[in-house]
């Protein structure tokens, strides 16, 4: 019986006509809007699920997005290093504007730093 209330395969109507023929359920006002509450259950349990893994998928996104966007700039940062070693520029004076040691930033490329 209840497998015939919470089966989200079987439309509310039949659900009725099943509780009255093979359990011999009489079908008031009161016990129609108990079945329908039933029905309206696992419906409303199935959007509670899809509701949480939408935010559980947004959010996964955006920290992916997160990561993408560290590793772009970390890629950026070393270029506009390497141009600043390749310009001259002093390497604890680099290392110092962007936060890093000097042995970070000699291992960067090691032809350009010596």
């Known amino acids: 019986m209840l497998h015939t209330l919470l089966s989200n395969k079987v439309e509310e109507p039949k659900k009725r006509q099943v509780l009255e023929e093979e359990y011999d359920i009489q079908m008031s006002e009161k016990m129609e809007k108990e079945v329908s509450a039933m029905c309206n259950l696992s419906q409303g349990i199935l959007e ?67």
């Not at 996964?60 to 520029?89: S, T, V």
């Open 48 to 114: 509670q699920g899809i509701q949480q893994g939408e935010r559980k998928g947004v959010r996964r996104g955006r920290q992916e997005q997160r990561i993408q966007d560290e590793k772009k700039m970390q890629r950026q940062n070393i270029k506009r290093m390497k141009k600043l070693l390749a310009a001259g520029i002093d390497k604890a004076t680099i290392a110092n504007v962007f936060d890093c040691s000097v042995a970070e930033l000699e291992a960067l490329s090691p032809k350009q730093t010596r």
